[in-house]
């Protein structure tokens, strides 16, 4: 089982660009066809890896080798996630070190990376979509940006602050609909 | 070494909601302490976007190497992905003590998530970006993002091609 684990999320991390959230429906469909896991248990997975910090992909190996085989399963289930990204890694980065000065290799990353902003704010529009929004919410949220890009070394504190602050603030709307 | 292992290991822990929330912060921090220039922080952004695995676990890996070879990017790595390891452990501990409603939690998350996710697009674009030409590749990309279900991968790879040739 561990190293079905291992070999399984291997797979799927050297198969998939795109990052975490690509990563994330081929790993449920892996599971479910290996027996691994069934789908409630993977939702259940998915929601929990969702709230912790770190990416999502590692997130989900972490849980789902624990769930199968135990620590010993999370490791190796991890392991595999990590491995192939840390070798096309450290391959690019000597590539890149090689022709970094290359005209089109310096286009050709241009290029990209003005699509990888495009797609960032994408995914911000997408995340800003799904958002029930209201006006302290909103104010919040603009009052944070600010702040973050005048000081970025007290994101902790501002990070913390938003969620507490807006907690406060639901709760205090959930009672007043109440009563 | 211990400095930038460190750095790593501060930002993994607010990295919720995809790795997309601490993309600002790390350039932020590489380019103040002197690991990247602007230029060597976008070309780490596309390599880490292009090369399987989580974009933030890739650039911790890429500015490991860069800096001390296989041993800091094992490092880096490492560091990286200890947050919700740990955050994991103590979870379940703590959750005696806290109750909180997890919808309301959740909520506030998303917010402060956004409010990191902005931070990256605006860092990513703003001080740096005067190229029109990648604005408008931008700007193309987020249309075709959130407009098609085109996989991310392919409009990044064909905007790779299309700068090799206007922008090379």
């Given at each position: 089982?561990?190293?079905?684990?291992?070999?399984?999320?291997?797979?799927?991390?050297?198969?998939?660009?795109?990052?975490?959230?690509?990563?994330?429906?081929?790993?449920?469909?892996?599971?479910?066809?290996?027996?691994?896991?069934?789908?409630?248990?993977?939702?259940?997975?998915?929601?929990?890896?969702?709230?912790?910090?770190?990416?999502?992909?590692f997130n989900v190996a972490l849980l789902c080798g624990k769930k199968a085989a135990?620590?010993?399963?999370?490791?190796?289930?991890?392991?595999?996630?990590?491995?192939?990204?840390?070798?096309?890694?450290?391959?690019?980065?000597?590539?890149?070190?090689?022709?970094?000065?290359?005209?089109?290799?310096?286009?050709?990353?241009?290029?990209?990376?003005?699509?990888?902003?495009?797609?960032?704010?994408?995914?911000?529009?997408?995340?800003?979509?799904?958002?029930?929004?209201?006006?302290?919410?909103?104010?919040?949220?603009?009052?944070?940006?600010?702040?973050?890009?005048?000081?970025?070394?007290?994101?902790?504190?501002?990070?913390?602050?938003?969620?507490?602050?807006?907690?406060?603030?639901?709760?205090?709307?959930?009672?007043?609909?109440?009563? | 070494?211990?400095?930038?292992?460190?750095?790593?290991?501060?930002?993994?822990?607010?990295?919720?909601?995809?790795?997309?929330?601490?993309?600002?912060?790390?350039?932020?921090?590489?380019?103040?302490?002197?690991?990247?220039?602007?230029?060597?922080?976008?070309?780490?952004?596309?390599?880490?976007?292009?090369?399987?695995?989580?974009?933030?676990?890739?650039?911790?890996?890429?500015?490991?190497?860069?800096?001390?070879?296989?041993?800091?990017?094992?490092l880096n790595t490492f560091f990286l992905v200890l947050p919700p390891v740990i955050?994991?452990?103590?979870?379940?501990?703590?959750?005696?003590?806290?109750?909180?409603?997890?919808?309301?939690?959740?909520?506030?998350?998303?917010?402060?998530?956004?409010?990191?996710?902005?931070?990256?697009?605006?860092?990513?674009?703003?001080?740096?970006?005067?190229?029109?030409?990648?604005?408008?590749?931008?700007?193309?990309?987020?249309?075709?993002?959130?407009?098609?279900?085109?996989?991310?991968?392919?409009?990044?790879?064909?905007?790779?091609?299309?700068?090799?040739?206007?922008?090379?």
């Amino acid at each position: 089982m561990i190293f079905k684990l291992f070999w399984m999320f291997l797979k799927v991390s050297a198969l998939t660009l795109g990052g975490g959230y690509a990563m994330v429906p081929v790993m449920d469909k892996q599971l479910q066809s290996k027996g691994i896991m069934n789908e409630k248990d993977f939702y259940e997975i998915l929601t929990i890896a969702q709230s912790l910090p770190g990416p999502i992909a590692f997130n989900v190996a972490l849980l789902c080798g624990k769930k199968a085989a135990g620590i010993k399963g999370a490791f190796a289930s991890t392991l595999g996630v990590l491995i192939p990204p840390f070798f096309a890694i450290v391959l690019a980065a000597s590539i890149i070190k090689k022709y970094s000065d290359n005209i089109y290799v310096k286009g050709f990353l241009k290029g990209s990376y003005g699509a990888v902003i495009g797609m960032v704010g994408g995914v911000l529009y997408k995340m800003a979509s799904k958002q029930q929004w209201n006006l302290f919410k909103i104010i919040t949220c603009i009052a944070g940006v600010l702040i973050l890009l005048a000081n970025k070394d007290i994101v902790v504190v501002v990070f913390l602050f938003v969620i507490i602050l807006n907690y406060i603030y639901e709760s205090k709307k959930g009672s007043r609909t109440n009563a | 070494m211990l400095k930038m292992i460190f750095i790593f290991f501060k930002i993994g822990f607010l990295a919720f909601g995809g790795g997309w929330s601490i993309v600002g912060l790390m350039q932020e921090e590489m380019i103040k302490n002197g690991y990247l220039s602007f230029a060597q922080f976008t070309e780490a952004v596309s390599i880490s976007q292009m090369t399987p695995g989580p974009v933030a676990v890739n650039m911790a890996t890429y500015v490991g190497y860069r800096q001390y070879g296989i041993i800091g990017a094992i490092l880096n790595t490492f560091f990286l992905v200890l947050p919700p390891v740990i955050i994991l452990v103590f979870a379940t501990f703590l959750g005696k003590f806290i109750k909180a409603d997890k919808e309301k939690l959740f909520s506030s998350l998303g917010i402060a998530t956004v409010i990191l996710v902005s931070l990256t697009f605006l860092q990513m674009l703003l001080p740096n970006v005067t190229e029109y030409r990648i604005i408008i590749i931008a700007f193309m990309t987020f249309l075709l993002y959130i407009k098609t279900k085109i996989d991310p991968i392919y409009i990044i790879l064909g905007a790779g091609f299309l700068g090799a040739f206007i922008l090379g």
